[in-house]
């Protein structure tokens, strides 16, 4: 890898903790099922991860039609007769690994019907790669804005069609690199009720096939966004978080920002060393009660 873009690359992954260190194509897709475990791309502390069972739920890897073939993911949702609100869940830049699927299940025991497409299906296979430099080069870099937003569409549809979901009780939440994707799909899609984001990167770098950063689509939104960070995210500065709650405000935007003092950045993942847990259960019952005030739960 060139030195630039390593550079490059290690400066939009500044502040993970615990990491070790081509556009759309329709050829078909590199994944066809979803990473066993956790991502070899990270440290594991086993002994802080959250395990949700699955008793009293439908859960499991699913396939998710799109507009070139079917999309794997990962699906949790009560036993019963619906219809149960959905939220989608956007994965980080590793896949759709342990941590997402639990995230899914603790979601589907609060009565929801949770789902987390694989989103990098089409560009690698995220269950082999070990060092998320190479991730953020060869995969998140080359992921097109477009195909992103067209693929929670079609999960959206999805989970209302075959999954019990009621589409008019639509949420998103994701994290790190899903909390951008959730910023996005409140400004693309108008029957979302309500978006969380957890540490989603704000700025970045634009280019042809990610034409626009979070804080470009802020005066955009459609639905009304909380945004959880970090104070301590070496990766995305508290100004600029306070410039998109200011943006926001001006836009006439329903956003509530909080910055949680003293935290780093993937404070909410329970498998890293970066998990703080009273951050994180705090972050999650926000979480709940914006979803329940705005007509999501």
């Not at 070990?130 to 937003?149: E, G, N």
């Not at 009780?169 to 959730?182: E, M, P, S």
């Not at 459609?222 to 104070?231: D, F, H, I, R």
Request: proline letters at 6%; aromatic letters at 8%; hydrophobic letters at 40%.
């Amino acid at each position: 890898m060139p030195a630039s873009t390593r550079t490059a690359a290690r400066e939009a992954l500044e502040g993970l903790d615990g990491l070790v260190s081509e556009p759309f194509s329709r050829r078909g897709f590199v994944m066809t099922g979803l990473i066993s475990g956790f991502t070899l791309a990270t440290t594991v502390v086993h002994g802080q991860t959250i395990k949700t069972d699955v008793n009293g739920l439908v859960a499991g890897e699913v396939k998710i039609p799109t507009a070139d073939g079917e999309l794997p993911g990962y699906r949790a949702m009560p036993e019963g007769a619906g219809p149960f609100p959905v939220i989608l869940v956007v994965e980080e830049i590793f896949g759709v690994h342990e941590y997402i699927k639990d995230v899914c299940r603790r979601l589907a025991k609060l009565g929801y019907c949770a789902v987390a497409p694989e989103l990098y299906a089409r560009l690698g296979d995220l269950s082999k790669m070990t060092d998320a430099l190479v991730i953020v080069r060869d995969i998140i870099s080359k992921a097109p804005d477009a195909t992103l937003l067209s693929d929670l569409d079609s999960t959206a549809r999805w989970a209302a069609a075959s999954s019990k979901g009621d589409a008019a009780r639509l949420g998103i939440t994701g994290f790190c690199r899903g909390g951008r994707a959730v910023w996005l799909y409140a400004a693309h899609n108008p029957q979302v009720k309500a978006a969380v984001a957890w540490y989603g990167p704000l700025g970045g770098n634009r280019s042809d096939i990610q034409p626009k950063t979070a804080a470009d689509v802020v005066g955009d939104l459609k639905a009304p966004v909380l945004g959880l960070y970090g104070g301590a995210d070496n990766g995305i500065p508290v100004a600029s978080v306070e410039a998109q709650r200011e943006a926001a405000k001006t836009a006439g935007k329903t956003v509530e920002i909080v910055i949680f003092p003293d935290t780093p950045h993937g404070f909410h993942a329970d498998y890293r060393p970066s998990y703080r847990k009273a951050q994180a259960e705090d972050g999650w019952a926000r979480m709940l009660a914006w979803f329940k005030r705005y007509g999501v739960a």
